[in-house]
């Protein structure tokens, strides 16, 4: 089977940083995906990883260890417009199949 | 560009009942998904298409049907609702880059009630 973990809920301070962690099981591994999910809404792309390492973009940055199965969201200088769900989502094989964890849900307080 | 559309916005059906949710994308993105979502579970792959013509299935596609005869629309049929297809669906496209498809463009979305 795939198994895909996030924490389900998180809570952080505007201004802050926090890290969202994902650890997959899964049968092979072709790239991992963050996304953004504002309530009721689609959900839209944030980052892609494929090698080991740290991916920046602007005040995300996403991390990757395929050894551990491991991978983390890194979001600073959170503003409350950042209160979403994010999702981890991993690419098993090369055929384009896609599973994704349940979701974390952020808040960000003032 | 209008990016991914998805038609109706919302649905009730009864048990039984088929009905096919629409999907457009005016992008030219050979790649095509349809997805579910309910709480708690995250989105799940229902099928996909690399291309018109090519269909596959994803990881719930029983009580789905597919198919993809033009670029920009992909329909995803359900031939007899049942209330366990209750849930919020999603289409996506993606376009090839260095070989592989990764960012995906999600459709507003469409909520199905089956009563």
């Known amino acids: 089977g795939q198994n895909i973990d996030q924490p389900t809920e998180m809570t952080a301070t505007e201004g802050a940083i926090v890290q969202i962690n994902c650890t997959y099981q899964?049968?092979?591994?072709?790239?991992l995906f963050w996304y953004q999910q504002h309530a009721g809404e689609a959900p839209t792309f944030l980052s892609y990883?494929?090698?080991?390492g740290l991916e920046e973009k602007g005040r995300f940055s996403s991390f990757l260890s395929r050894s551990k199965g491991y991978s983390y969201l890194l979001l600073k200088e959170l503003q409350m417009k950042d209160s979403a769900s994010y999702l981890c989502a991993v690419r098993p094989h090369n055929n384009n199949d896609m599973r994704f964890g349940a979701g974390t849900r952020l808040t960000v307080k003032p | 560009n209008a990016g991914v559309t998805q038609t109706p916005k919302f649905q009730v059906l009864k048990t039984g009942q088929s009905m096919t949710l629409q999907c457009a994308q005016d992008?030219?993105?050979?790649?095509m998904s349809w997805y579910r979502q309910d709480p708690g579970m995250g989105l799940r792959l229902i099928h996909y298409?690399?291309?018109?013509?090519?269909?596959d299935q994803g990881e719930v596609p029983n009580g789905y049907n597919v198919s993809r005869s033009t670029t920009e629309d992909f329909p995803l049929r359900l031939l007899s609702a049942a209330p366990s297809q209750t849930s919020v669906y999603f289409c996506?496209?993606?376009?090839?880059?260095?070989?592989?498809?990764?960012?995906?463009?999600f459709g507003p979305g469409t909520r199905l009630t089956v009563l």
């Open positions: 298409s690399v291309g018109a013509g090519i269909t």
């Open positions: 990883n494929v090698l080991d």
């Open positions: 996506a496209s993606s376009y090839r880059y260095e070989g592989t498809y990764n960012e995906q463009f």
């Open positions: 899964t049968s092979g591994f072709n790239g």
């Open positions: 992008m030219n993105h050979e790649y």
